[in-house]
């Protein structure tokens, strides 16, 4: 009997101690900041994917699924009340995010990304890669835990990101971002236009009413005068096509000049040309969309409501000039001199025979390259930039 209190007591006091081991395990918390791209922040992404909509990413992640600043954390704290802070000055107002984890899932991992407030006025600013400070500060039940600080690389609004390969080598692809350039609202656009009526080739630029087939030959004049104001203006083509620089090897970038830029430079790349008839034409009512090919890029535009009708223009022939007539379809280029009086005609032969030309290699190479877009072959890409605004909400990007 004794024996058998003495049993009872020691179990009593080993089940106390452990017990109170357990209650007074020491509550710790882990957690390191995380930036994505390696660390490389893209304005033109922020500012064309503002109003993008992510799906939610699951139980283990807390926040903005397209968040590209936030923290990984694991916490052995029960029913914590946790807080957030972010700075990054020159970009951003101070951000602050309140969360708690799951007392059951102490240990486990868990991702934080609070819905930056960037200052997209000063993104828009930056056209060369500056190096940020972002200064992460976390509170557990109102005091400070502990801060960390991470120095990113901020990229000039002119880098277009279009794929990332993240350290599961999985590739991301973002050559919708090219899209983004497109921007109709410029107002040098104004110019263009008014330049495309002093060619008299068109007399005034409506909206298009693709419901009828009889409206081609008014299509076609706005068009050519169009093409016949930036011609005039002796835009070249460069083939350089610069890429972004310190980026590593997981991020591809290409820079991508802005209507104006490449206006005021005279000089324009095939992503450069086509971004900018794509900006013109959608002012006009026409709808463009991009077609993205290994090392290239053209557009086209539609024709009809149901989107079947298509034509594509090569737009680095913009570049090409004294095009011979002989390397254009005959009846193709009796049809658009034929769509002017005699003397307009003869005065713009030139620009007319260079856009019959630049709708033949465009038509050819969309006859080429629509299959494989139609297959899915990720190399191959039609950014339809009504669709993209509409049902992905992306937002131009204006410099």
Not at 51 to 79: A, H, N, Q, V, W
Not at 94 to 110: A, G, M, N, Q, Y
Not at 140 to 162: A, F, L, M, R, W
Not at 257 to 268: E, G, P, V, W
Request: with cysteine; net charge neutral; hydrophobic share 40%.
């Amino acid at each position: 009997m004794v024996f058998a209190k003495r049993f009872i007591g020691l179990m009593v006091i080993l089940l106390g101690l452990g017990a109170r081991s357990y209650a007074q395990l020491p509550e710790t918390v882990t957690w390191k900041p995380l930036i994505k791209m390696d660390k490389h922040l893209f304005p033109s992404y922020l500012i064309a994917g503002a109003t993008m909509r992510f799906e939610d990413l699951g139980e283990y992640f807390i926040g903005e699924p397209k968040g590209m600043i936030g923290i990984k954390i694991s916490s052995t704290y029960r029913f914590a009340k946790f807080k957030l802070e972010i700075r990054a000055n020159e970009i951003a107002d101070p951000t602050f995010i309140d969360f708690t984890l799951p007392h059951d899932k102490r240990r486990e991992d868990f991702y934080v990304f609070p819905n930056i407030n960037y200052r997209f006025l000063q993104l828009k600013s930056i056209t060369q890669p500056i190096p940020v400070n972002v200064n992460f500060i976390l509170y557990i039940d109102g005091k400070e835990e502990s801060q960390q600080t991470e120095t990113i690389n901020v990229h000039s609004i002119n880098d277009c990101p279009y794929q990332v390969i993240n350290a599961d080598s999985i590739i991301t692809d973002m050559n919708w971002m090219f899209g983004a350039y497109v921007n109709e609202n410029h107002p040098m656009i104004e110019e263009v236009l008014h330049e495309a009526v002093n060619t008299h080739m068109v007399d005034q630029f409506t909206d298009y009413a693709l419901s009828s087939e009889s409206n081609k030959d008014e299509l076609f004049r706005q068009v050519l005068g169009v093409w016949t104001a930036l011609y005039n203006r002796k835009i070249t083509y460069s083939n350089t096509i610069t890429p972004s620089l310190g980026t590593g090897k997981n991020i591809s970038s290409q820079r991508v000049r802005f209507f104006d830029q490449a206006l005021n430079s005279a000089q324009a790349n095939c992503v450069d040309g086509s971004v900018m008839f794509a900006s013109i034409f959608r002012r006009i009512g026409i709808e463009p969309f991009l077609v993205l090919v290994p090392d290239h890029c053209y557009m086209g535009f539609y024709t009809s409501t149901n989107k079947t009708a298509i034509y594509c223009l090569e737009t680095t022939v913009i570049g090409k000039k004294n095009v011979s007539p002989s390397l254009v379809d005959s009846n193709t280029l009796k049809y658009f001199i034929g769509l002017y009086p005699k003397e307009v005609a003869e005065k713009n032969k030139d620009a007319i025979v260079s856009f019959a030309f630049a709708l033949k290699v465009g038509q050819a190479k969309w006859t080429k390259d629509r299959e494989k877009i139609t297959e899915g072959n990720k190399n191959y890409l039609q950014i339809d930039i009504a669709k993209s605004r509409a049902e992905e909400g992306i937002i131009p990007i204006s410099d």
